[in-house]
């Protein structure tokens, strides 16, 4: 695993609890890996109407949308398999930038302040040099892209605003709220999948995620497959919004194929979190 610094190139495939700033802001898109449109994501929790926009200049030559909270990054950790990144003392406010012309002004232009605090675009310092859980390109000068400010977890103050030229972002109170949480704990348990089954065919992965900790918080996993006919494959980022104590049943459906071959084959699936790690093994069998 390399050790270099990671580059702003780099930040790609971010996630998390979404709060949309302006009308018409750009969805949350999935990873390329996402694989199959029988899983059953878990929705992210989030508003869309407290957080307010003001333009210091008119027109204004930049926006941001799109403003996404998560305790953890889902990324690359070889060229194969994702893994979570992020400490339990940090959390990352993601925004996408859009630049009405050709090019626009510098990174370094950019900041988040949150009452007399100021953080500039970044990446967590443990992060590998492989590319992040997929959300196209960052922001580097042209005309759109994304920004990451690593902050404190938990971090408060009555005013949070991202501030570029032309124009300031001003962060609701949901987001206000979920940036002031202190870190949590979660569990994963009751994990079940067939022991066999036969090519193409359902398999149905399930598990029961539990926040553990004494706070509200946001549970983020990274999901990889073994098998049949791959050594090791990315498949998604797992999110669940969970109060302190609550639990909720995670739900995962995927179709594995022989592809016509007539021997069994093993099918393994993982669940890795900054807490722990759980698999479960089916084998696939030609069909009968």
Do not use: H
């Amino acid at each position: 695993m390399p050790s270099s610094s990671p580059t702003r190139r780099e930040l790609l495939g971010l996630g998390g609890t979404t709060l949309a700033l302006l009308t018409g802001c750009l969805g949350t898109p999935t990873g390329p890996g996402d694989e199959s449109p029988t899983t059953e994501q878990t929705p992210a929790t989030g508003t869309t109407d407290d957080t307010t926009t003001t333009t210091t200049s008119e027109p204004a030559d930049v926006t941001v949308s799109n403003v996404q909270i998560t305790p953890e990054f889902v990324a690359l950790d070889s060229p194969d398999s994702i893994g979570t990144f992020g400490d339990r003392d940090e959390q990352f406010v993601i925004v996408t930038v859009l630049v009405d012309g050709e090019s626009g002004p510098p990174v370094e232009a950019f900041e988040l302040s949150a009452d007399g605090q100021t953080f500039d675009p970044t990446l967590p310092e443990n992060l590998p040099s492989y590319t992040l859980w997929s959300r196209g390109d960052p922001y580097e000068g042209k005309t759109s892209g994304y920004l990451v400010f690593s902050v404190p977890k938990p971090l408060e103050a009555p005013e949070m605003v991202v501030r570029g030229p032309g124009a300031q972002f001003e962060l609701g109170a949901d987001a206000r709220s979920t940036l002031a949480r202190p870190p949590t704990d979660f569990s994963v348990s009751e994990v079940s999948a067939p022991e066999r089954v036969e090519s193409g065919s359902d398999v149905t992965l399930t598990a029961t995620i539990t926040n553990t900790g004494s706070e509200a918080g946001t549970f983020v996993g990274a999901f990889n497959r073994s098998g049949p006919l791959v050594a090791y494959t990315p498949v998604k980022r797992v999110e669940a919004e969970l109060a302190a104590g609550e639990s909720t049943t995670w739900t995962y459906s995927y179709i594995p194929s022989l592809d016509g071959g007539t021997e069994s084959r093993p099918m393994s699936l993982y669940l890795n979190w900054r807490g722990g790690s759980v698999s479960t093994e089916t084998t696939v069998e030609p069909p009968s």
